[in-house]
């Protein structure tokens, strides 16, 4: 009897840890599973609730797959749209491009060992409306293009042609006026109605900032490449040995591009397209003249056909410290040359004379000089401070137009 009892006790205790067990982890499992159906079964049971669930949750996704992320210096995490930047791309070409044109240039080349013997030849480039009535902005390179070696002469152009887009038609246009030192030119085709290109604030162009170029490469009318500022003021020496202040960019620019536009983000003309750096190791280095500062000269070349500079007269040689300190002169301009009948020649101005000032500002380069000079008028008086012999003195110059 004691080991039924035994038995029995043992029987009545493993029910009750049963029960226990029951009570403590079957009951909950059951109820949470029951629970977690009735929420579901509420949720996707009322409209409104399920489709702000499913919003959010398109939402979140989309948001994601536009917006990589990016990781700042300061170690937190930002999200950036790119999904913008191609609609950029398509506004900006499709409002610049009508006013685009490519250019075709016919020119002589002459053979200077065969006397009389001479061929036609092209060269291409691209231009800018900037009049609804024809006129064309473009480069003085593709215009004036004369050249000469021992082997042959290139003459000036003889004929020039207009392309305008989306139509093949040869349009001949004359040349208004062409500048060397800027390397700018204007032409024109009789036709109105055209498409002048907004143009923008080059002062206000950013390093980084999106860029367009847009042109006639390799005879390729309306290519457009895109990329962004490189630099800006960006001193470049051209192949005529002429300095000029540019934009940099990477957007592509090849032959045929000069004389084309490049433009910002919202489709306004930041600069003319006008050289590149070419070579080996060398990738992504175009170069455009900022659009602020053609526009006095395209105004003076449709108005004078030229552009009307103050002149000296003078031909002179920067003078660095080591020369300075070699010839025991002080740094400066050294004036080699005084040209006849100019305001230097009707000035007390001799030729070793050392220009070392003018206007009240230390000068030490011609191009510093150059730059004071053009920043006056046709008429108006430049004091330059003068040292001869050790002694210093000015001299009042009035300014010529350049011949």
């Known amino acids: 009897m004691k080991e039924n009892n035994d038995f029995f006790k043992g029987f009545n205790d493993s029910s009750k840890d049963s029960s226990s067990f029951g009570k403590s982890f079957l009951l909950p499992f059951f109820s949470g599973i ?48 790119l999904s913008n930047y191609s609609d950029t791309a398509i506004y900006s070409a499709n409002k610049v491009l009508p006013s685009i044109v490519g250019i075709t240039v016919e020119y002589t080349v002459t053979s200077n060992f065969m ?35 021992v082997y042959y002469e290139v003459s000036k152009a003889t004929k020039v042609y207009v392309y305008l887009y989306n139509d093949t038609t040869p349009y001949e246009a004359n040349i208004i006026g062409t500048d060397e030192q800027t390397d700018l030119a204007v032409i024109k085709i009789e036709k109105d109605g055209l498409t002048a290109a907004e143009l923008g604030d080059s002062n206000s162009v950013k390093i980084g900032e999106f860029a367009m170029a847009i042109g006639n490469p390799l005879g390729m009318q309306s290519s457009v490449t895109s990329g962004i500022i490189s630099a800006v003021n960006r001193t470049v020496t051209g192949e005529n040995g002429n300095t000029y202040t540019l934009i940099q960019t990477d957007a592509a620019i090849n032959s045929g591009n000069s004389g084309g536009a490049l433009v910002n983000s919202e489709g306004k003309v930041i600069g003319i397209n006008t050289l590149k750096l070419s070579g080996t190791g060398v990738e992504g280095m175009g170069f455009a003249i900022p659009i602020n500062d053609t526009i006095d000269i395209y105004k003076q070349l449709i108005e004078h056909g030229k552009v009307l500079r103050p002149y000296i007269g003078i031909e ?82 009035k300014l010529a137009e350049q011949p």
Do not use: C, W
Not at 37 to 52: D, E, H, K, Q, T
Not at 117 to 141: E, F, K, M, R, V
Not at 337 to 347: F, T, Y
């Open 316 to 397: 002179g040689i920067d003078i660095t410290e080591s020369m300075a300190e070699k010839y025991k002169l002080p740094v400066g301009i050294y004036i080699k040359v005084i040209q006849n009948s100019s305001p230097a020649a009707s000035a007390d101005l001799k030729t070793g004379d050392v220009i070392v000032g003018a206007n009240g500002t230390s000068v030490k380069t011609m191009d510093e000089l150059n730059k004071i000079k053009e920043s006056k008028n046709i008429g108006d008086t430049l004091e330059l401070e003068i040292n001869r012999n050790g002694q210093t003195f000015k001299v009042n110059i």
């Open 34 to 81: 029951l629970g977690t159906i009735l929420v579901i079964a509420i949720i996707f049971g009322v409209p409104n609730i399920r489709n702000s669930i499913l919003n959010i949750s398109t939402a979140k996704t989309e948001e994601t797959s536009a917006s990589p992320s990016l990781t700042s210096n300061s170690g937190t995490v930002q999200t950036v749209s």
């Open 115 to 149: 006397q009389g013997i001479s061929q036609l030849a092209q060269a291409q480039g691209s231009g800018i409306i900037i009049s609804q009535d024809g006129y064309i902005l473009t480069n003085n390179h593709i215009i004036n293009s004369t050249d000469s070696s």
